[in-house]
């Protein structure tokens, strides 16, 4: 699916790196467009402890803007907009 029916189909895509990767079994799955918070608690509803433990210590990227530590209900996700999730890397 392109972004462009992301889009229409009124969904974003989540994107795991790393450990929450491995937690989650997958690299991506699309979730419904609203906020950031509804985003993040319907990816916690579908995978385990482990995914929730992980996600919790995530830096989050939305359309590779870095969100910080704004408010996740405050941000806004746009039908078709792209979240990463990166848990701390080791190394330098």
Do not use: K, N
Request: charged share 20%.
């Amino acid at each position: 699916m392109s972004a462009d029916e992301r889009s229409e189909a009124g969904e974003i895509t989540l994107r795991y790196w790393a450990a929450l990767r491995s937690a989650a079994g997958l690299a991506a799955e699309r979730v419904p467009a609203g906020s950031l918070a509804s985003a993040l608690d319907t990816a916690r509803g579908r995978h385990g402890d482990r995914f929730v433990q992980v996600v919790g210590l995530c830096s989050v990227l939305v359309d590779e803007q870095p969100v910080g530590s704004r408010d996740a209900a405050a941000v806004d996700l746009p039908p078709g907009a792209v979240v990463d999730l990166l848990p701390p890397f080791a190394g330098g």
